[in-house]
């Protein structure tokens, strides 16, 4: 069955939020002329799927009645012809597993990219139309000749189709962090074209040459390690000129043997460069193939895939990284804003800060949640904002309706962060920092290992720097009275296992001085 180009593809698009759905339709009528239709939730969704013909669903994960997952298990079970793309926020590996594992077809990631969601959408497309094809090609096997011819040619579409899954999981896993993104590059050009080596090379804005980024395959001391400018190589040439080049058998292309880095012992080569609007970023190389034989157009063309792909997932984590800079910038000096209003809270984030990640790092907390721990752990104050001056600086004891009022900035701090697209645990270590183990805190009263990990350093941290800081309505507490009370509070308001942790630190009083001065020269 042959689809046609020119047929109207009908999209459902699904989320809570009226516009993310708009600026969706919008970008969607831009280069595809498909009927959009609209559903709040999974709930609306799935009705619409049981009266219309939908050809691609997009749906968000977070969603009141019925969430994306659970939309997504309904679509496997009751439409599974119908392709499905995730939006999400913060593509992190549990997300995109579980996602994946679920039936979804691909992602799209905030904020919204004109390209990427053109490319999402096209490869959307074309897989509804395969499985369309694919269904009605199983109803028209009827001669032997004939089932031997489209088996061959199913497989090596479903191996082409497989590959691209694979490429697009395994990169948005890694989005967040360059030097994985950059071996996970170099891993996915070995995989998908079966090469003995491989490298990943950027152009360097600056002296105009391509510096090698991540390789696998070539010995450690190589000299693939070396830059090369424009035009020295293969590699250079095909960033100089900005298409691909494919060298099926490299002893026939004789203008190439003196030029590096071809080895003597190359037989086959395939270089692709990876483009951003139009500028060529760098070049992804691929060195023979494993089994002897050379490149052919089909590895050419899931290689492009790849750095096509990888190249979008280059230009998002740059975005990422200017966007999370800024917001965090701008988050830290709305703390220190609120810090200033008391002189005796001056740099109280900052040291809970250091004391948290200390602590974590004893504990072998991962490196993914130490960076959590430090963004967050700047902020869990930042409710402080909504409460009043009256009763922040209140020298004397706070009576029960000014305690209740300081009981919410928990609750005022996650409010102001929510739509910042902060990770979970990021948005939790705000919110649950005053819980305690016996469940006697605020603002939610969980106990025990209800409470996040995290947010139980945190609690730990804060309460140390409260106790051994000046505040209007009391002097500071000596080291030792500060640590007699966390023992004593250990199994009642803190985790005994943390307080163990924090214990189990060196020279704290050294360690204490060596963050004020820190704070205080820098």
């Known amino acids: 069955m042959m689809v046609s180009e020119n047929k109207t593809h009908v999209i459902l698009l699904v989320d809570d939020e009226v516009l993310v759905r708009s600026t969706l339709r919008s970008i969607l009528l831009r280069f595809n002329s498909s009927q959009i ?47 499905v793309a995730v939006v999400t926020g913060f593509p992190t590996l549990d997300v995109a597993v579980e996602a994946m594992k679920t039936g979804a077809s691909d992602f799209i990631v905030k904020p919204f990219k004109i390209k990427q969601i053109e490319l999402v959408v096209q490869k959307l497309i074309k897989d509804r139309d395969l499985l369309l094809e694919n269904a009605q090609l199983n109803r028209e096997l009827e001669h032997k000749e004939e089932i031997e011819r489209l088996n061959r040619l199913l497989k090596k579409k479903v191996k082409d189709l497989t590959v691209l899954y694979k490429v697009g999981e395994a990169l948005n896993e890694s989005a967040l962090n360059r030097e994985t993104l950059f071996n996970q590059i170099v891993e996915l050009c070995l995989e998908v ?26 010995p450690l001391d190589s000299d693939k ?46 270089s692709v460069p990876l483009l951003i609007k139009g500028e060529v970023l760098g070049v992804l190389n691929a060195v023979d193939k494993t089994n002897g034989k050379g490149f052919s157009n089909d590895d050419m063309k899931l290689l492009s895939a790849v750095v096509q792909r990888a190249a979008l997932c280059l230009e998002n984590l740059a ?28 740099h109280h984030s900052h040291r809970v800060t250091q004391w948290s990640v200390e602590m974590a790092r004893i504990l072998s907390v991962d490196t993914e949640d130490i960076e959590i721990i430090q963004f967050a752990g700047y902020l869990h104050d930042i409710g402080k904002i909504g409460i009043p001056d009256s009763i922040l600086m209140k020298p004397g004891t706070l009576n029960a309706e ?28 705000i919110r649950h920092h ?60 803190f985790d005994p296992f943390i307080v163990d942790a924090f214990l189990s630190l060196q020279a704290l009083d050294n360690r204490d001085q060596l963050f004020k001065k820190q704070i205080l020269s820098s």
């Open 402 to 429: 000014e305690y209740e009022i300081i009981k919410t900035h928990p609750a005022i701090g996650e409010n102001i962060v929510k739509h910042l697209n902060l990770l979970p645990k990021e948005k939790t270590l």
């Open 37 to 83: 239709i609209e559903a709040e939730d999974g709930v609306f969704a799935r009705d619409i799927l049981e009266q219309k013909d939908v050809d691609i669903v997009i749906t968000d994960l977070h969603m009141p009645r019925m969430g994306g997952l659970e939309l997504l298990r309904t679509i496997r079970e009751s439409h599974p012809l119908i392709p």
């Open 193 to 218: 074209t079966e090469a003995k080596r491989a490298s990943l090379m950027l152009m360097n804005p600056e002296n105009k040459k391509l510096e090698i980024k991540a390789f696998r395959g070539y």
């Open 319 to 346: 975005l990422y990284e200017s966007v999370y800079n800024n917001l965090a910038d701008t988050l830290r000096s709305l703390v220190s804003t609120i810090e200033a209003r008391d002189p005796n809270t001056k």
């Open 225 to 270: 390690k070396r830059s090369l400018r424009l035009g020295e190589g293969i590699a250079a040439k095909v960033a100089k000129e900005g298409r691909p080049l494919l060298i099926k058998d490299i002893r026939q292309w004789q203008a190439f043997l003196e030029m590096p880095p071809v080895s003597a012992d190359t037989r086959s080569f395939l």
């Open 434 to 493: 005053h819980e305690r183990w016996d469940g006697k805190g605020y603002p939610d009263r969980l106990a025990g290992e209800e409470i996040q990990f995290l947010a139980r350093i945190l609690a730990v941290a804060d309460s140390f720097d409260a106790m051994t800081s000046d505040r209007v309505y009391r002097k500071a507490r000596v080291m030792e009275d500060a640590l007699c009370e966390l023992k004593q509070c250990a199994g009642s308001q």
